[in-house]
Structures are given as C-alpha cells and as structure tokens.
C-alpha cells in the first residue's frame, strides 16, 4: 500500500486519468507511452503519481502485460466517468461561444500547412462555409486540446502500425485522404543533391516521438542495411525539416502534400521513384469527440463524412 499522507502531496490531474485508462486499455506500460506521446519513463512517473495521489497501487506490475489491481479495477468506472464529467462540462461552458468560436480544429503542423486550408475550401466548394478555428500543434498537444474540449475535431496522419485514436474516449473516426511518406532531397538541375546509396547519407530525422519519426523508424526498420545513414539534424516539425531539405542540409522522410510544390518545380526530388520500397502510404484521418455535438460540429461531421475516401 502506498503512504497516504504521501498521496496527498500529489493533486490529481486530468492527464494521469487519462494515463491510466490508456495503460488499462493495453496492459503494456511502452505502448500506452506512445499512445500518449510521451517517453515511457515520463509516463510511468505519472502512472505512480496517481497511484500516489488515490494512495494505493492501481497495477500488478509481477506480470506482463499488467493487469489491474482489484483496487484498479474499482478506479477504472472512476476515472472514466471523471474524463466524461470534464468533458461534458468544458463543452457546456464552452458552449455559450461556439457560434463565435465556429468550428475548432486540431491538427498537426504539416497538415496545417500542406492540407487542412484546401481540404476545408473543397469541402464547401462555393457554398457558404462556418467559421473554422484551427490550432496547430504537435500531436500531444493535439490530442491535448481535443480531450480537454478546447478542441472539437482532431484532423492527423494514421497507419495501421501506428495507434492515433485510442486516446479519445467514445470517439468517431471518419477517414479524409490518401498520402504518401517519400524521402526527398534538394534537386539541383534535375539532378538530387543526396542519394539513398552510398555511406554517411546525411539525414534529417523528425521527432522519435512524432508521428513522422515513427513511421520513418518502421521504413528504416525495413530496409535493414540497405542505408547507411548519419543523423545531421532533428526537427519534430515536419514543415520545419522541409526548409532543411531544400536548403540542402540532408533527406528527410516527408508527407508527399507538404512537399507536392517542390517536387512539381524541381526543387525536390523523391527518392523512392528508383526505390519505391523506401516510401509507405499513409492516410489523413478526423477523429472527433462524441461529446462535441453542437449543431454545427454535427453540419461539419455530416459534410466531412459524406466526402471521405471511406
């Protein structure tokens, strides 16, 4: 049993509640951390804080994967229902301003860049479009502003591989588009200034915690020994590691939208047109809060569901 009083130094936040359903939901404490965004020491800091602030252990840690306590077990309804009651009542304070507010949407800095804005003048073509607020961010921050209910749409990238919606309680998942990850380099007279052979490649990595850095991880991964690659540069932020690339500082692993303009002019070039094997389709995904429900989030979803790829 964890001390009491010791538990009472810890005020409980919204974030460990989430945590613990995360952890509770896939029982492996390096999964749930990717889940959440963060690295898996951070994330277990945070599961003993709760378990300090409730003042007493949540999980069996002798076994793996680990499974709740019976105490854990008990919590579980808990924490549910305290995420459920924040959510509801952010959204009806919040609710008084939505019309003002217009429809608010998180998204991560590349599509913010690369795709929301024409996504959203295609959606309503000519016709009359709602007020649209768009908060870019990384994807924590992201995930952040949608489960707080500062947030009532989160647009981001997806693959199979990679779990991006399980953190949103009683979400609905509706599918945008189609992508492509390619490595790119700067072109210079139709020719790319850096290949995927030879040694030493000088190589712009993303975030290892970002979506981008994952995924490009996976394709490495793959490809085994066939790149010999030296890390020059690290950028989470995938616009951010397009500058890099065009001032020539290396190849990166980027979203084929966010760089279509400087493929078209021959600034760029993809890499993976002699080795398709070094790209991976992605998808672009919106995942909103079953508890946004305003009249024009329920207009917007409608409109967005009718125009997906499925």
């Known amino acids: 049993m964890i001390n009491a009083e010791k538990g009472r130094e810890h005020a409980m936040e919204l974030v460990w509640l989430l945590d613990f359903v995360t952890l509770a939901e896939c029982s492996v404490f390096s999964r749930a951390a990717e889940i959440r965004n963060v690295t898996q ?5 945070r599961i003993k804080k709760l378990e300090y602030a409730v003042g007493t252990v949540l999980f069996d840690r002798s076994v793996h ?3 709740l306590t019976p105490a854990g077990e008990k919590f579980l309804p808990v924490a549910q229902s305290l995420i459920f009651e924040w959510e509801t009542a952010r959204a009806e304070l919040a609710g008084a301003g939505e019309a003002r507010a217009g429809i608010r ?3 991560l800095q590349s599509l913010s860049v690369a795709y929301v804005p024409v996504f959203l003048r ?3 073509d000519h016709g009359a479009r709602p007020r649209f607020r768009v908060f870019a961010d990384n994807f924590a921050g992201c995930v952040d502003a949608v489960t707080s209910g500062s947030a009532d749409v989160l647009i981001c990238y997806s693959h199979d591989t990679i779990s991006t919606g399980s953190f949103l309680p009683g979400k609905t998942v509706c599918p945008l588009d189609r992508d492509r990850l390619i490595p790119v380099s700067k072109a210079m007279a139709g020719q790319a200034l850096h290949g995927l052979d030879g040694g030493n490649i000088p190589f712009l990595s993303p975030g290892p915690g970002s979506f981008l850095g994952r995924l490009t991880r996976t394709i490495l991964a793959r490809n085994g020994d066939a790149l010999s690659l030296d890390t020059v540069y690290e950028d989470s932020i995938g616009a ?3 500058t890099a690339v065009i001032e020539g500082l290396g190849i990166a692993w980027l979203p084929e939208k966010l760089v279509a303009a400087e493929l078209a002019s021959g600034a760029l070039a993809d890499l993976s047109r002699d080795m398709p094997q070094m790209a991976e389709p992605i998808g672009i995904t ?3 809060n079953a508890h946004a429900t305003s009249p024009q989030v329920e207009r917007f979803w409608s409109r967005l569901v009718s125009s997906s790829t499925g």
Request: aromatic fraction near 16%; hydrophobic fraction near 45%.
């Open 41 to 45: 020491p951070a994330f277990t800091r």
């Open 65 to 67: 994967p680990v499974t």
């Open 105 to 107: 949407i998180a998204c």
């Open 122 to 124: 295609n959606l309503y």
């Open 240 to 242: 951010a590691l397009k």
């Open 286 to 288: 919106a995942y909103r």
